[in-house]
């Protein structure tokens, strides 16, 4: 049984891009001036097209949010094309306004990752929480860089990569050995500290992990089953990734 989750199963990619989209310009248009959570990775970028489109087309004004990332690949500087500040930066931030002050990303190359983390996580209680946090989640189970360990990570941490994430996210990268090791995450407290959490998933390759994490037990080893005791879960996910639930 799903607990407290609304789920919405789509037919494919395409409609979770829309759909995802036009629920989270639902928030926007409540709250412009709101603090909106963000995720990178294959996922959200259909829906980050369409918010564009919608930005584009003046029936969405996200100039007046204050963003937040997940995650960061430590080594990597924000103009790196593989860096998920320039994926923000391309994918949404400058197609749609969002002000330069208000993009907050973790730092790749801070000199101690575990003071970036810090500043990060008091920035995000200084601007009040997440409103609204968009998730996408790995193949393990992992939420932003929070990979399965014996115990949840609590706030935005310096995190080792796992060796599936490696190897599922060398896609992106020219050869596996480009793969940074090391990441900062919002920590699954920081995460569940969000008003809404909306979680998508796409595709076979997500639908083992999207049953245990919906509906499995409670455990670190898998890092989404946490977001079950989240007040407020949304997931949209297609018919692909939800063949067994
Ligand atoms: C990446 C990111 C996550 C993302 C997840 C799934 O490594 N750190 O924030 O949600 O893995 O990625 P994808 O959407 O490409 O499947």
Not at 53 to 66: H, P, R, V, Y
Not at 161 to 171: D, S, Y
Not at 218 to 242: C, G, N, Y
Request: proline share 4%.
């Amino acid at each position: 049984m799903l607990k407290n989750i609304t789920l919405h199963v789509v037919s494919d990619y395409s409609a979770l891009s829309t759909a995802a989209a036009k629920l989270f310009a639902t928030y926007v248009a409540a709250n412009p001036v709101g603090t909106y959570g963000f995720a990178t990775g294959g996922t959200p970028e259909g829906m980050y097209e369409e918010l564009c489109k919608m930005s584009e087309s003046g029936k969405l004004d996200l100039t007046k949010i204050t963003a937040f990332n997940l995650d960061e690949y430590v080594g990597l500087a924000p103009n790196d094309p593989q860096s998920y500040a320039y994926y923000m930066e391309n994918r949404l931030f400058n197609r749609t306004g969002v002000p330069m002050a208000n993009r907050h990303i973790p730092s790749g190359i801070a000199q101690c990752p575990n003071t970036e983390c810090n500043k990060y996580e008091e920035l995000i209680h200084k601007c009040g929480g997440i409103d609204l946090q968009i998730l996408g989640i790995g193949t393990n189970g992992h939420i932003g860089f929070n990979e399965p360990e014996n115990t949840f990570a609590g706030q935005t941490s310096h995190v080792a990569l796992a060796e599936e994430t490696i190897n599922v996210n060398a896609r992106f990268f020219d050869d596996i050995n480009d793969v940074p090791r090391y990441a900062i995450s919002m920590g699954m407290q920081t995460i569940m500290m969000a008003e809404t959490l909306l979680l998508l998933a796409s595709g076979d390759s997500k639908a083992k992990i999207l049953k245990e994490a919906l509906l499995g037990s409670i455990t670190p080893h898998v890092p989404a089953s946490v977001l079950q005791m989240h007040r407020k879960l949304i997931v949209i996910a297609d018919k692909a990734a939800t063949k067994y639930i």
